[in-house]
Each structure stands twice: as C-alpha cells, then as structure tokens.
C-alpha cells in the first residue's frame, strides 16, 4: 500500500503563492501516477494537475500557466507550486498516487484559503 501526507496549506492573499508538499511512504517503488486534485465547499472533486513516471504533465484549465506540478523520486515527495492564485483557487486540496496499475491512495487533505 501506499501512504500519502500534505502539507503546505494556508492562506494567502490574491496574487500569492504557495507550495504544496506530498510526502509518499510504503509501496512507493509500484506509483506510476501522482496527483493533485482539489474540492471546493459544494462542489466535486476535480483534477488540478497530474504527472506520470516519465514525467508527462497534465493541468486543468484553470491552473494552466499558474501551477506547476513536480516529483522528486528520491525522497518521494510531490509538489505543487501554486503562484498567482485567486479566490476561486480556495478548496481543499488532496494528493493522489495511482500505483500497482489500478489502486490509488489519498491524503487526508490540505486546505488553501485564498482571501485579503
């Protein structure tokens, strides 16, 4: 099994940044996909931005150009680099790891609060 924390949540003003962090432990060797996926009060659950082991990126529409999704396989963390960020950006947001081809694990969440 594959186990995932975040970290890095906060808030912040319109127009700032933050950083989030995925820390992968257990069965980190069998994940072929990482993700970030956010849910905003009353919405689904969406895709923010994904990326494989060869490393080919995917974004949401509304990211694109703002966030950068990366990995760092060596200490098995993800992040996602979030920068002009605006009040519609405020969700909780979920790492996701697809691993062993067909199972998938989750973080417990981590909430971004964009606001003045």
């Known amino acids: 099994q594959v186990q995932l924390v975040e970290s890095g949540g906060g808030l912040v003003q319109p127009g700032g940044s933050l950083r989030l962090s995925c820390a992968a432990s257990g069965s980190v060797f069998s994940i072929d996909w990482t993700g970030w996926y956010r849910q905003a009060p009353g919405k689904e659950r969406e895709l923010v931005a994904g990326i494989t082991n060869g490393g080919n990126l995917e974004y949401a529409d509304s990211v694109k150009g703002r966030f950068t999704i990366s990995r760092d396989n060596a200490q098995n963390l993800a992040y996602l680099q979030m920068n002009n960020l605006k009040p519609e950006d405020t969700a909780v947001y979920y790492c996701?790891?697809?691993?062993?081809?067909?199972?998938?694990?989750w973080g417990q969440g981590t909430q971004v609060t964009v606001s003045l």
């Open positions: 996701n790891a697809r691993y062993e081809f067909i199972r998938t694990s």
